[in-house]
Nanobody, 125 residues
């Protein structure tokens, strides 16, 4: 079992920034690809960003490119999502996910084996 715990969500005004953290435990974190997804009320859970087990390979949804940055600190078993220039449309529950089996697709939820409980991000105008 792998446990994922998100933190860092909250209420922020449009144009502001937040940094989400996802702490992983239970297995070798450095060998897992990690992803962030989000889900707004009435919408499907959508891909936000991903980072592979080998450093340097990152992927972003078009809606967040240039504003969000995913990173990982393997020594701390933690993945981060730095969110800048936030918009009200970014309001959602954000979920951290781990891919244990090195799936070839990073943008679909079926590629991930473990999920955190989610953290709420609310962006006001």
């Amino acid at each position: 079992q792998v446990q994922l715990v998100e933190s860092g969500g909250g209420l922020v005004q449009a144009g502001g920034s937040l940094r989400l953290s996802c702490a992983a435990s239970g297995r070798t974190f450095s060998s897992y690809a990690m992803g962030w997804f989000r889900q707004a009320p009435g919408k499907e859970r959508e891909f936000v960003a991903a980072i592979k087990w080998s450093g340097g390979s990152t992927y972003y949804a078009d809606s967040v490119k240039g504003r969000f940055t995913i990173s990982r600190d393997n020594a701390k078993n933690t993945v981060y999502l730095q969110m800048n220039s936030l918009k009200p449309e970014d309001t959602a529950v954000y979920y951290c996910a781990a891919d244990q089996f090195r799936s070839s697709i990073v943008s679909t939820r079926d590629s991930y084996d473990y999920w955190g409980q989610g953290t709420q991000v609310t962006v006001s105008s």
